[in-house]
């Protein structure tokens, strides 16, 4: 199975915001992205939209299905926000191919942790439902309890996206400590989800060298990846970043 890269461009959206006009064009950047072959955008418009706006989700929602009309291709588009009556009014307004949810905390800079299900269970359940109903496939944000997990398919969602911050953080100190949490966390936690029939996504601070390793995470569907990768296109351009992160999934 053959593992996408979906492209969060959030960071292009805060470099916009921070100057006002449009300027980088957030619409030409995932052009660019999707050009270079990546197989799909992600945006996460928080409430204080401070990066991706309302207005950007629909400007790129026609852009995708603009581009895969031309190129008689594929790429998909996923939203991600909390589970709130604003994000679910915007997701059903827009028609994204996956609505990924994830538990948001007031004030905080990303998000950083998975949904507890034992208290959560019942609002995923209905959102689940809800984008069910819509076609649209739902992800949830989820951290590699086992206990947790081992509710996961009462939520009735489709897949889960594995949070991968305390591995990339491992990893960045000793590529060994990265190799150790992978095989003893995530790798038992992808057997538990898949065992529940669910399928695997995953996301947060991914990068081109610790992709080598995550990549071999048992039914791994798809990667979000936004802030390593719009870094490191800083310093070699946008197109090439992406190919090098295709390059480490494969």
Do not use: C, W
Request: aromatic share 8%; charged share 30%.
């Amino acid at each position: 199975m053959k593992t996408k890269l979906s492209v969060n461009i959030n960071k292009i959206a805060t470099v916009r915001n921070s100057r006002g006009g449009n300027l980088p064009d957030l619409v030409r950047f995932a052009e660019l992205v999707l050009e270079a072959g990546a197989h799909g955008i992600t945006v996460h418009p928080r409430e204080d939209e401070r990066h991706i706006r309302k207005d950007d989700v629909f400007v790129l929602k026609d852009l995708i299905d603009s581009y895969n009309r031309r190129h008689k291709t594929s790429a998909e588009y996923n939203i991600e926000g909390e589970p709130s009556p604003r994000y679910l009014d915007l997701v059903l307004a827009a028609k994204p191919d996956q609505a990924t949810l994830v538990p948001v905390t007031p004030g905080e800079i990303t998000s950083d942790h998975g949904f507890d299900f034992e208290k959560d269970l019942d609002i995923v359940q209905e959102y689940s439902k809800i984008l069910k109903k819509e076609r649209i496939r739902s992800s949830l944000f989820v951290e590699t309890d086992l206990e947790n997990l081992k509710l996961v398919s009462a939520t009735g969602a489709d897949r889960v996206e594995f949070y991968t911050g305390p591995f990339a953080e491992k990893f960045d100190i000793s590529p060994e400590e990265g190799r150790a949490i992978f095989v003893s966390e995530y790798v038992p936690a992808a057997e538990e989800v898949l065992r529940q029939k669910l399928e695997i996504n995953a996301g947060h601070d991914l990068d081109q060298n610790n992709l080598r390793v995550f990549a071999g995470l048992p039914g791994l569907s798809e990667v979000s990846i936004g802030h390593r990768l719009i870094s490191y296109a800083l310093e070699v351009g946008i197109a090439q970043s992406v190919r090098e992160y295709l390059r480490a999934l494969s």
